[in-house]
């Protein structure tokens, strides 16, 4: 790598990288992946493939770049985009890609053990014009991907598993250049879907109770607040809209005192796809003390502090006052 691995930033704090593979330049502006070095195999090819991270960290918010090939992406197997949830070499992560697979447009997951494979990809590869600037912007909330490139959304992927890490960097393929310019990470709070019935008492519990503790670190959803007032599941709610929101969720609590099928829907799904699930039960509001139990915490953590002040500050207080 040449340079000091430093780049300067419109973020506050100097842009720092580290190489993971291949050859860059990150003491210039545009950052420049230098192409040709050791062969990778990915989609039963073999060709040079480079990595290289920054110190910039995004769970939830986005990440964005402008890429430029030297050549067209039809050619030499160039290819270039974002790394997001890197952990580390060994761990899996996302790519954000244009010009692989024989795509436009793709995003592709590296399996320990198993390699790169893409996920999703749409349009043509000839869309992709040598000496020409794409910007390219991945959004992540919670385990969903929207990929958008030039303005114009062109993909939307949800993956089989949460990302594991928080950093954040550059990828590049082939054996001609690729250049890399305005790469930012902005991050946003992360979300935390609400399941519950929808009545009295449980509407004072969460807005008394639940929303003012979780909205000092998170973004909070309960469903039919989005979609309008007097709209409850499952009439005007669907089976998707449900799937949606606890796949764009980073935490989930569901309320389980009453035996309501549909929150115990949520439970499931939510613990399939490794979210940090919490259950708050209240069998009774004029007890001193409403029950909080954690059964299930997964890889898919939120900041420690902030998640234990939601488990022991909310659930301590009563309605009985």
């Known amino acids: 790598m040449k340079g000091n691995g430093t780049n300067s930033s419109s973020i506050i704090g100097t842009l720092k990288w580290a190489q993971i593979l291949g050859e860059w330049d990150t003491a210039s502006d545009p950052i420049v992946y230098e192409g040709g070095g050791e062969n990778y195999q990915a989609q039963g090819q073999s060709f040079p493939r480079g990595l290289i991270i920054s110190n910039r960290k995004l769970q939830h918010g986005r990440c964005s770049v402008s890429v430029k090939f030297t ?31 024989q795509a436009a447009y793709s995003v592709s997951e590296f399996i320990p053990g ?159 796809t490794n979210y940090s699930l919490g259950a708050a039960r209240a069998s009774t509001f004029r007890s001193t003390s409403a029950a909080f139990e954690l059964f299930s915490t997964t890889t898919r953590l939120v900041e420690s502090h902030a998640w234990k002040r939601i488990c022991q500050s909310t659930w301590t207080q009563s309605f009985n006052r």
């Open 71 to 101: 050549e067209a992406p039809n050619r030499f197997h160039p290819a270039g985009g974002l790394a997001v949830g890197y952990r580390s070499s060994d761990r899996y992560y996302i790519q954000v890609q244009l010009g692989a697979g």
């Open 114 to 272: 198993f390699g790169w494979g893409i996920l999703k990809a749409t349009g043509p590869v000839s869309a992709i014009l040598p000496n020409r600037a794409y910007p390219l912007e991945c959004d992540i909330i919670g385990q969903q991907i929207r990929v958008t490139v030039d303005s114009v959304s062109v993909l939307e992927v949800l993956p089989s598993r949460p990302l594991e890490g928080k950093q954040t960097g550059l990828m590049a393929a082939g054996e001609r250049a690729v250049k890399f310019a305005e790469f930012k990470a902005a991050s946003d709070k992360l979300r935390v879907f609400v399941a519950m019935e929808y009545r009295e008492p449980f509407d004072t519990f969460y807005e008394k109770i639940i929303k003012p503790q979780a909205e000092a670190d998170f973004d909070v959803v309960r469903i039919d607040e989005k979609l309008g007032p007097g709209v409850i599941f499952p009439g005007g709610v669907t089976w998707q809209d449900m799937q949606r929101e606890i796949a764009q969720a980073d935490v989930v609590i569901a309320e389980i005192t009453p035996s309501n099928p549909n929150v115990f829907y949520v439970c499931p799904r939510a613990r399939k």
